[in-house]
């Protein structure tokens, strides 16, 4: 493709994008094919010659596109969202323009320098402690995903309990972490990952309101302890991805501090909330953790993938993954005066995904965020206020932000159905989860395009779905 006939095709797929954002609404929300029907379609065989352009954009409409879920339909309220914009989807194709691998600052200083800059506005942005900003011991990173955060946390966390011995030695088998019944599956994984074994993750029980119980972590920290096993993390959530329920980050630190241990805070979904100052109380007792993350490619206009990791102690972090073989070597890392990321993160190589998140803030103004999400909270707030005055439904949680966790009074079967008949008809997507043992809907809210009048129509076609057949 030559750079004329580049320029051409990408007007065509620019026209194609915006087509879409304009019809999107307009797609069955979930896509209805079944196991193997997208391949089917494809030929057995790579093509031996190159095909015209035109082909392709052809047979992306035609055979790929019944196969996609519309995530940025705005009667997507399934899971949680992964919302985009177009500044977001412009900043992401420059940088897939520029094709820079920034692993090292050496090897484009622009790609680390805005990522530092930018991650020390966020932490501005949503009031973050001070020691997570770059000018102090601490710092951010953009990871791929929360999961990734999450297990560089692990790694460190069990890096500095053994006084930074665990990478030279291997691992101590009687390490253990600790989060709540509700935490993310991916510290299970990160548990896997780092060979602690899930084993070693202590579940501790929750609250009425589906939030970690400290006097139940207390007591397992403890009990641990005695039995001679070495307590060295706690990840706290906040805004879990079952119920969107906050621990109590504040009590569950000074656990922490008090024995030792190093606290993750994963706000991978809510973290976006803090850029409104209402709701920043979300990040009580923040002050005490050694790390943080929030995914900007959920509820901040950013498209898959960008993860915000911030460390009070970026030493600890560095130290636990570096590695500086010959090849890598060069002057500015050895002047000690540049970041460089690849000692932040598990890959060596990384996109440059500061671009996009840089886009998004300045197009939407920080004013315009708050406002977005401000909305949404809104938006949760009124359908939370229909379920609760309807006789046939009940709330199942407190709804602090987006999240809406209900359900029809028939039990599981009838829940099961009202979703099911839902996601059938196209006309809007949610998912499930149980909680205190019952099959519960969940109604999350944060499309970039989603309005009073959509989620006013999703609570008509749910009332319509739990009446006869
Ligand atoms: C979505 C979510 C994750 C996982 O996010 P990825 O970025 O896909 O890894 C982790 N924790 C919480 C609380 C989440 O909501």
């Known amino acids: 493709m030559t750079p ?4 051409r095709h990408g007007r065509q797929v620019v026209d194609w994008i915006a087509d879409y954002m304009e019809k999107v609404e307009r797609y069955a929300v979930q896509s209805a094919v079944k196991p193997g029907d997208i391949r089917r ?9 190159g095909q015209p352009f035109e082909d392709l954009l052809a047979d992306m409409e035609r055979i790929i596109l019944p196969g996609i879920t519309h995530w940025q339909s705005p009667n997507f309220f399934a899971y949680f969202p992964s919302n985009n914009s177009g500044p977001s989807i412009l900043g992401d194709l420059l940088s897939s323009g520029l094709g820079v691998q920034g692993m090292l600052w050496a090897t484009s200083p622009a790609c680390t320098e805005l990522e530092t800059h930018v991650l020390d506005w966020l932490a501005d942005m949503l009031g973050l402690p001070h020691s997570f900003k770059s000018s102090t011991a601490g710092g ?90 070495h307590p060295c993390f706690v990840c706290a959530t906040v805004g879990t991805t079952s119920s969107g329920a906050i621990d109590p980050v504040g009590a569950i630190g000074e656990i922490c501090r008090h024995e030792g241990l190093w606290l993750h805070v994963d706000a991978a979904m809510a973290g976006s909330a803090a850029l409104c100052p209402e709701l920043r109380f979300i990040h009580d007792g923040l002050d005490f953790a050694d790390s943080y ?10 498209n898959f993938d960008c993860d915000c990791f911030y460390v009070a102690d970026r030493a600890a972090l560095i130290n636990t993954l570096s590695v500086l073989p010959e090849y890598l070597k060069n002057a500015a890392t050895a002047s000690g005066a540049v970041i460089d990321y690849r000692d932040w993160q598990i890959p060596l190589g990384r996109r440059f995904r500061a ?38 439904f009940d709330l199942a ?35 499930h989860t149980r909680l205190a043992g019952r099959l519960t809907l969940r109604m999350s809210i944060g499309q970039a395009n989603t309005r009073l009048e959509h989620v006013r129509r999703a609570w008509e076609l749910i009332r319509e779905a739990a009446g006869p057949a």
Not at 41 to 46: A, D, I, M, N, R
Not at 175 to 194: D, G, L, P, V
Not at 293 to 302: G, I, Q, R, T
């Open 4 to 7: 004329d006939e580049f320029r």
């Open 293 to 302: 993350c929030f995914n900007p490619h959920k509820w901040m206009f950013v």
């Open 140 to 229: 951010g990173v953009i990871q791929d995903t929360a999961s990734s955060a999450s297990l560089c946390a692990l790694l460190a966390a069990r890096e500095r309990k053994s006084q930074f011995e665990t990478n030279r030695r291997g691992v101590d088998r009687r390490f253990t972490a600790y989060a709540s019944a509700q935490a993310h599956s991916s510290i299970e994984k990160a548990m896997m990952i780092a060979g602690l074994g899930k084993d070693h993750l202590r579940l501790i029980e929750v609250d009425e309101n589906f939030a970690m119980r400290p006097d139940v972590l207390a007591a397992a920290i403890q009990a641990d302890q005695v039995a001679g096993r």
């Open 397 to 431: 949680g407190p709804v602090p932000l987006n999240l809406v966790c209900f359900r029809h009074r028939g039990g599981d079967e009838v829940n099961q159905r009202i979703m099911d008949r839902l996601n059938a008809s196209g006309r809007l997507y949610l998912t």
């Open 355 to 392: 671009l996009k998140l840089w886009f998004v803030i300045r197009s939407f103004g920080v004013e315009g965020l708050r406002q977005r999400i401000a909305a949404h909270v809104e938006l949760a707030r009124r359908f939370a206020r229909w379920v609760g005055d309807d006789a046939d």
């Open 41 to 49: 379609q494809l030929p057995s065989e790579p093509p031996q010659n």
